[in-house]
């Protein structure tokens, strides 16, 4: 829980714990990413992830 | 930092543990399978990392329910056997919800049958490679690490996370040792050659001994003032249950705090707190810790 202390410089996960697919949207109801995006996060470089959590504010707004 | 080709880390979140795929040819393990209010997402998840594979097994590093909630599903949907460590048998056996801390934390779980067991120095193979089983008392009395020497890799479970471990219960229901059984597990991690550790929660990482040094500057502060550790566990235990409620209304919190047997007891042996004042306080420090808000009566987790 607690996160001081710790390394800086990775792209965190948006995951906030939710973790139900809607199944209209095909997007996790809490951190809105698809199956795919959540399967391959860790696989993913940084800039990768910065590209799906760039992607993330515009499907909030769309829901 | 780089994971050979047959491992695959599907990163959770805190409620839930990672869910760690090892593949070989049409076959495939994964270890630790994540909360039980999770489950419909995580076997969705394992079937797209799966790809068609057959999943031959599941397997522990221990039996808390952020770790084996959703065995159950996942064994009726992929029909594989599950392995567990020989230690926490007896608590699956009896379904013992103290031991597993389920109820006794407001924490839920889903019952289910195990093929086999697994103990200390035993190997097992996932993903063509062998795997040492190490014993990782603390957190959990009867957890383990995986460790391949081929590949340099840990499976940490809780025992060692990047920032910390899984938190240890300070003399609860008979755990006088935990401390001194975190102690030796985090010791015994910095005898392995690791280039990666995989933990239970949080991305993979590769310097092993940064996180050991922060691993055992947290120990000691707990070792030196047992209710620090009484609070951090406190704290711990009702991020965990907002995280699956996500809201709790707050003029509930006192008598949630006097009715959760594990808090009462914290509360009762170390914090000697009124119930209000038990609950005022874990909403300060998780409002502080940024990992709750409160809005309208509610106290809520963080993205609510
Ligand atoms: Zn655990």
Redesign the interface.
Known sequence: ???????AG?VQ?P???????NPDSGL?E?CLRT??E??A???LDDDEKRAVLAQLPARRTAR | MKLPRSIRVIERGWLSANNIVLEERSEAVVVDSGYVAHAPQTLALLERALAGKKLARLVNTHCHSDHMGGNAAIQKKFGCAISIPQGEAPAIDNWDEQQLILAVADQRAQAFSYDDTFRDGDVLQMGGLDWQVIAAPGHDTHAVMFHSPEARVLISGDALWENGFGVVFPQLFGRETALAETRATLEAVGRLDVDVVIPGHGPPFGDAGAALERAFHRLEGYEQDIARLARHCAKVMLSFSLLEKRSMPLAELPAYVARVPILAELNSRYLRMTHAAMAEWLVNELERAGAAGRREGLLLARGE
């Open positions: 829980m607690k996160r001081d202390e710790a390394p990775d996960s995951c906030n714990n939710v973790c139900r697919m996790c809490g199956l795919d959540i399967a996060w860790s696989g």
